[in-house]
């Protein structure tokens, strides 16, 4: 089995991230966690946090967010299918994808907006 991890912002690229990781590995991740990382990064910002959003005997997706590094989230995956590149071209894909809808909402027409 393979362990990846990356720092990831807390922000839309975090939850495309999770999206992928969910995609690669065909699992659904807790969405109770999910929302649980975004809330308590707005609510508590001072406390060390886990979330475990999926966990079976082949597979395994962990978030850490600690004290000193309150805006970020360490996403830790245990899979035969996700090597360290693997991951980090999901978390890139997901950055690229956001830039692209930045970028379509600002080629919309002027009369729209």
């Known amino acids: 089995m393979k362990r990846a991890s990356i720092l990831a912002t807390i922000d839309e690229r975090l939850r495309r991230t999770l999206f992928g990781l969910r995609c690669v ?10 929302e649980s990382i975004f809330a ?9 946090k886990h979330y475990t959003l999926y966990s079976n005997g082949n597979v395994e ?3 850490r967010v600690y004290e000193y590094e309150p ?8 899979s035969k299918n996700v090597s360290q590149k693997r991951l980090e071209r999901i978390h890139a894909d997901a950055e ?3 830039i692209r809808q930045w970028r379509s909402i600002d080629t ?3 009369s729209q907006r």
């Not at 590995?25 to 999910?34: C, G």
């Not at 308590?40 to 060390?48: I, L």
């Open 25 to 34: 590995l065909d699992v659904n991740l807790s969405s109770k966690q999910i």
């Open 108 to 110: 919309e027409i002027p």
């Open 71 to 78: 805006e970020s989230a360490h996403i830790e995956v245990q």
């Open 61 to 63: 997706v962990q978030v």
């Open 96 to 98: 690229y994808d956001m």
């Open 40 to 48: 308590d990064a707005q609510d508590d910002q001072v406390s060390a």
